[in-house]
Nanobody, 126 residues
Framework: QVQLVESGGGLVQAGGSLRLSCAASGRTFSSYAMGWFRQAPGKERDIVATITGNYGVTYYADSVKGRFTVSRDNAKNTVNLQMNGLKPEDTAVYYC???????????????????WGQGTQVTVSS
């Protein structure tokens, strides 16, 4: 069982930055790939970025490449999402999630994640 709690959301102007954090419970954190998803009103919950467990391999959705950076600290059971160059279209509820899958084709799918946080709102004003 893994419990996830996100923090760091808020309101920011276009071009600004935010850093989201996700704190995980459990002793096997490094076994899980950790993903960040987002869901805007009326839209599907889509992958933003993911980072594998022990080796920290990262994958990003095309829409955030070069702007967002995902990182993790297995000693502290945390995963972070640094978001720079924010755009109004980045406005959404952001969720962190945990998965035992390994490959990008699997990790980009919501169904591959067994555990989810409650979400944190990110609003980017124009």
């Amino acid at each position: 069982q893994v419990q996830l709690v996100e923090s760091g959301g808020g309101l920011v102007q276009a071009g600004g930055s935010l850093r989201l954090s996700c704190a995980a419970s459990g002793r096997t954190f490094s076994s899980y790939a950790m993903g960040w998803f987002r869901q805007a009103p009326g839209k599907e919950r889509d992958i933003v970025a993911t980072i594998t467990g022990n080796y920290g391999v990262t994958y990003y959705a095309d829409s955030v490449k070069g702007r967002f950076t995902v990182s993790r600290d297995n000693a502290k059971n945390t995963v972070n999402l640094q978001m720079n160059g924010l755009k109004p279209e980045d406005t959404a509820v952001y969720y962190c999630a945990a998965s035992l899958m390994r490959s990008w084709p699997q990790l980009r799918q919501r169904q591959s994640y067994a555990y989810w946080g409650q979400g944190t709102q990110v609003t980017v004003s124009s």
